[in-house]
């Protein structure tokens, strides 16, 4: 007797994915999800009339047709799309010496850059050059064509050839770090610095712990599709993926814990809820960190000691520190909505609170706050060591939160006095509300050093989604390990049908 085909274990972007596409091509699936919103990372809470964004605010390629975006291919096999607000400059950039704004478009960068320093500018556009072009050809093949196993060869043979010819030039690039770009092209120390930072901002690394293609696709989509909000906030995403999972038949349960994976005979056969209950099927689907799949969810024994040893010794990334807050909206006309600020140039941008990130999304939907008022998110990396639920927990948060308000600071001078609710977050609320090891941002798995595992696992019938699975951390990356993994479980004809 089995309850369904497939049981995902989680509702971040890659179990979404995944099991909006299983029940695309015709399986029975149901998404547990402990929390009681759907979207992991991604999901949006609201207070006293703010929507917040929990974590990521900064999309590209959501709506155009050519996308390059696995999220957007997603949303496309599931019949849904996304109401976007396009924005340019994508940002701004505060360093101690010059803030800058950073375009999605590619010649207005360059200037902004050039004003700076002409020489690096020059040595930028070769670099930019050299990840374009690995931009271009991946281009030819849709992450939608592709699945984990060896049948990939069959469908790109097929149906891809002449675009598998134009990648076999960038082959060398895709395994390479952005940091043996950057030393072939770059010497200008600035501009050095500012790679190092975009590759933080999209990885959790620098420029050598990146990989190309992850850096090649955020240039190119963002010049090619631009950056865009979704109207709603991170939850129209997530809201899309639920429609479109329950439009071909999929469940999404919430407030569902799942405390344990079952294994028979070293074959998947369900998961035991937190209240007892038994789910069977026999295909499961883990969207929860490697560390919290391989030892919470499973007993010690369901997996060789070894690779159970090694899996979970994998780097995480830093956990953050969050600042949620509803400001007063008078006189900020000019406001923009991203920002990433560097306090001290002397430190390294990995240092926590040195480096922090902003977004002020209802500057671009006004919606997300009520009239006069924007919704404003920072936030810094924090290690999760030292956090403890103690006497000194509410007068460390307030102190931690510092570096975020004097970060603020430098956008909307008057910050404290406009603040009407406030809600700090730290590594532990971060553990907590996404179910994640230690609040963690994501696998530190360095370029050129490890790859990111892939969607199989030792265990027949389970399989593992998301940002600690191939391509790594992102929302399209998530999207695209759904993909690969979805993918993986259905024959090639299912897919060509699809695609
Ligand atoms: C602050 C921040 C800002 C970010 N900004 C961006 C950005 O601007 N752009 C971008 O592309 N990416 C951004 N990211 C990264 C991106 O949000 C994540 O990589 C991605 O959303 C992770 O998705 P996921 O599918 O791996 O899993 P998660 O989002 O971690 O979801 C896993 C889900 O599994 C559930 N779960 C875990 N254990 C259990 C269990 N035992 N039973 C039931 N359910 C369980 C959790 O509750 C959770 O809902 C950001 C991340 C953060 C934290």
Known sequence: MQDSDVIVIGSGIGGL?????????????IICESHTIAGGAAHSFKR????????????????????????????????????????????????????????????????????????????????????????????????????????????????????????LPYLPLVQASVGNVMDATIQDPWVRRLIDLECFLLSGLKAHGTIAPEVAFMLGERSRAGVEYPVGGSAAIVNALVRGLKRWGGQLRLGCHVEKILVESGKAVGVRLKNG??????????????????????????????????????????????????????????????????????????????????SIPSVWDKTLAPEGHHVVHAYTLEPFAGWERNNEYEQKKQEKAQSLYRALEKVIPDIRGRVVLELIGTPLTHAHYLRRYQGTYGPAIAAGKAMFPSTQTPIKGLYRVGDSTMPGIGVPAVAASGILCANSLVNIQQMAELL
């Open 48 to 167: 006293r009339g703010f929507e917040f964004d929990s974590g990521p605010s900064f999309y590209c390629g959501l709506k155009d047709a050519q996308s390059l975006n696995p999220l957007k291919q997603v949303l496309d096999a599931l019949g849904e799309s996304l109401q976007v607000i396009p924005y340019d400059p994508l940002g701004h950039y505060h360093f101690p010496e010059a803030t800058f704004a950073v375009y999605s478009n590619a010649e207005m960068y360059r200037h902004e850059v050039h004003k700076l320093t002409p020489q690096g500018a020059e040595e930028f556009q070769r670099f930019e050059e050299r990840l374009l072009g690995l931009y271009g050809a991946m281009k030819g093949i849709p992450t939608l064509a592709l699945r984990s196993d060896w049948q990939v060869i069959l469908v790109l043979l097929q149906r891809y050839l002449p675009s598998l010819a134009k990648m």
């Open 17 to 29: 994915c995944t099991a909006g596409l299983l029940a695309r091509y015709g399986k029975r699936v």
């Open 277 to 358: 209950e038994v789910l069977q099927a026999p295909i499961v689907i883990s969207n929860a960190t490697i560390w919290d799949t391989y030892n919470h969810l499973l007993n010690p024994e369901d997996l060789p000691a070894s690779f159970r040893q090694i899996s979970l010794n994998t780097p995480a990334v830093d956990s953050f520190m969050h600042l949620h807050l509803g400001i007063k909206a008078t006189g900020l006309d000019n406001l923009t909505g991203h920002h990433v600020a560097v306090h001290d140039s002397s430190q390294d941008i990995t240092t926590p609170g040195n480096t922090c990130m902003i």
